[in-house]
């Protein structure tokens, strides 16, 4: 009895011990994936989003400021550009207004965690780490990049974080191999490991999202008043961070009702009584948190509203700016499904997310009323609910950006090892290799695109050919809406330089109405131009795939890919991943319908015929296209080419 007790105790100690090692080597994996490449754009913050974030947090500050914190002209609002100079090495509006369109809670985090690096760094003396140095702002780095490298740094963190939630709610619903299956995959996503490379929101957001269900699901096991008040503080926190987190409040709502009917031998009064005194507190603590990590929100609720309002108008197709048009006649939900299984997930993952979800969908329902069975079922419920919840209502919106299904990403997840290690216990000869097919082919596209970021990006590599190619007295033609090239920095020696720009124009070829009129001066620009870039297809996709709108945009585009402009491919760059030797990449020219002239052949026309969602490749791996003003056309040939006869 004492050997097979001691026997007992050493085989559950080795299991113990090699599942410990799983989730470390899987943690491993995912701060691999995520932060080995802090520095894959030189820094110089090829996203948007992420500039701005910046820009903004440069100006924020928590002691000696000079006005009043409740001033609407404060250091800490994020609503208003100091008066001030704040930092040095870059130029910024002071004295307006500005748009904040972001949650504030993560910016505050953003600066106080620069700001306690600074002051660690003022003890480290010289730091040759390149990355290290911008980290603790020290030698001749600057606080813009300090908050490039910080931002990027908390968006692998909230990652890691947010495997873990991942890991110990599959482990809760059904078991340790659920649960490391569900962190694996979760690990290897490439749609999170692309957004934990941007020093953006999004993944701190999935984070806050996770840890609230997470606290619901402990909640209706144990039945603890404590778990709903820390579950409304994580919403309080997660709105600070993007206001879609209100819709928490449904599988929070959904939780209290499954466990007090649960409880409950009939509905009763006061069954609807004590639902309604379970929800004031946590209601309270979500109200608290969100106000001290968003004042603003607050002392400036007119500011915090409008630019709400301003989103919710963008996001449900309301304004015409040119990078949502891309989303015009697109399929809602399909829309998503079909994105994430060509390019942010991969198809093996994505259909197991679904069928999972769907398989799950039809157990819950078979086992109600919920009083027969129990929290089990009811912990499975709520996560359901913010799945289907979420999706059918921001799935339908008329912006599809791939990245606002992140939240509900790590259930789904865990829906699909829920399905698999079904599919195991039912069958190990067909279990087992359909496991293995989903994790490598979702571990492998998660190398092959973390290889990618190997390589140069493609803006940089863009950027230099034109110092060595152009004359600085050349005149550029660039385009409005997209990023301005050639890159005014280049990295030297682990510095980054500012170069002598060209004299740039910016063509404004993507808005509406599309007139002759809009053409006469752009034709001006074209003749007397020496070169255009086109930096990605952010314009000429939406034109082309909107092109009643645009009839005499997509002329100019045929003209300027043919040749029929006189203007040459000199140069297209792009980088982008593969999959067992198989390029996954877009063709943005080939799906428009566009016919390039390529004499000297620099397009590689190897690729898949189909194209990914812009915002996913435009910030890490776009195309770059130059063109040489060959041919010197005149005015009214130019004119006759774009506005002649329709």
């Known amino acids: 009895m004492i050997k097979a007790y001691f026997r007992s105790y050493s085989v559950s100690r080795i299991v113990s011990n090699q599942n410990k090692l799983g989730i470390i080597a899987i943690i491993a994996f995912c701060v691999v994936c995520r932060g080995s490449h802090i520095t894959w754009d030189d820094l110089l913050q090829t996203h948007p989003d992420e ?153 701190l957001l999935t984070t806050a999202v996770t840890a609230v269900l997470w606290v619901l699901v402990l909640y209706l096991e144990s039945g603890k008043v404590r778990y709903l008040n820390i579950a409304g503080g994580a919403i309080g926190l997660a709105v600070g961070i993007k206001a879609t987190a209100l819709l928490l409040v449904i599988p929070a709502f959904t939780a209290i009702l499954c466990y007090e009917f649960v409880r409950a031998e009939d509905v009763k009064l006061r069954v609807v009584r004590k639902i309604l005194e379970l929800l004031i507190v946590p209601g309270l603590y979500a109200l608290v948190v969100f106000i001290v990590c968003n004042p603003y929100a607050v002392i400036e609720w007119k500011e915090y509203l409008s630019n709400i309002a301003l989103q919710s108008y963008m996001v449900r197709g309301l304004v015409d700016w040119p990078f949502i048009l891309q989303y015009k006649n697109t399929t809602p939900y399909i829309y998503h499904i079909i994105e994430q299984g060509r390019w942010t997930i991969g198809w093996p993952l994505t259909i197991f997310m679904y069928a999972g979800t769907t398989v799950l969908g039809k157990q819950v329902i078979s086992r109600f009323p919920l009083k027969k069975t129990g929290y089990d079922v009811a912990q499975r419920l709520v996560l359901l609910i913010w799945v289907l919840s979420y999706f059918m209502l921001i799935g339908g919106l008329y912006v599809k950006y791939p990245r606002y299904m992140l939240p509900i990403i790590p259930i789904q997840i865990i829906f699909a090892a829920i399905l698999l290690v079904r599919i195991l216990k039912v069958s190990i000869t067909y279990g087992l290799p359909v496991i293995l097919v989903v994790v490598s082919t979702t571990a492998v596209y998660a190398i092959e695109y973390v290889r990618m970021y190997d390589q140069p990006h493609p803006w940089i590599v863009a950027s230099n050919w034109m110092y060595r190619n152009v004359d600085i007295g050349d005149t550029v033609l660039i385009e409005k809406w997209d990023h301005p090239l050639p890159m005014p920095q280049v990295r030297q020696l682990d510095k980054l330089v500012f170069i002598e720009g060209f004299d740039t124009v910016a063509l404004n070829l993507a808005e509406l109405p599309d007139t002759e009129q809009k053409f006469a001066p752009i034709v001006e620009d074209i003749v007397q131009a020496d070169y255009i870039i086109v930096a990605s297809n952010r314009n000429y996709g939406p034109v082309y795939g909107n092109s009643e709108l645009f009839p005499y945009s997509v002329k100019y585009y045929q003209g300027l890919f043919d040749g029929t402009l006189g203007y040459s491919l000199e140069l297209a760059e792009t980088r982008h991943p593969s999959f067992f030797g198989i390029s996954l990449r877009g063709d943005p020219i080939g799906s428009a319908g566009i016919n390039l002239r390529d004499d000297k052949k620099h397009y590689d026309h190897m690729h898949r015929s189909v194209v990914a969602d812009e915002s996913f490749t435009v910030y890490d791996h776009p195309l770059v296209l130059v063109f040489y003003n060959e041919s010197k056309l005149g005015y009214d040939h130019m004119m006759d080419v774009i506005v002649g006869k329709q």
């Open 51 to 203: 500039r701005y974030i910046n820009l903004v947090a440069t100006s924020i500050e928590f002691f000696g400021t000079s006005s009043d914190e409740n001033d609407s002209e404060s250091r800490l609002n994020p609503f208003y550009w100091p008066d001030t100079k704040t930092t040095r090495g870059i130029e910024i509006p002071r004295g307006e207004p500005r748009l904040f369109a972001y949650g504030h809670a993560p910016l505050y985090l953003r600066v106080a965690v620069a700001k306690g690096l600074s002051f660690v760094g003022k003890f480290l003396g010289t730091i040759d780490d390149y990355v290290l140095r911008h980290l603790f702002l020290s030698g001749d780095s600057l606080e813009i990049l300090q908050m490039v490298v910080v931002g990027r740094y908390l968006s692998v963190l909230a990652d890691c974080i947010t495997l873990l939630i991942v890991y110990f709610i599959a482990k809760k619903l059904e078991g340790q191999l659920v649960g490391l299956i569900s962190a694996g995959l979760f690990a290897a996503s490439v749609q999170f490991i692309q957004q934990a490379h941007y020093g953006t929101f999004d993944s």
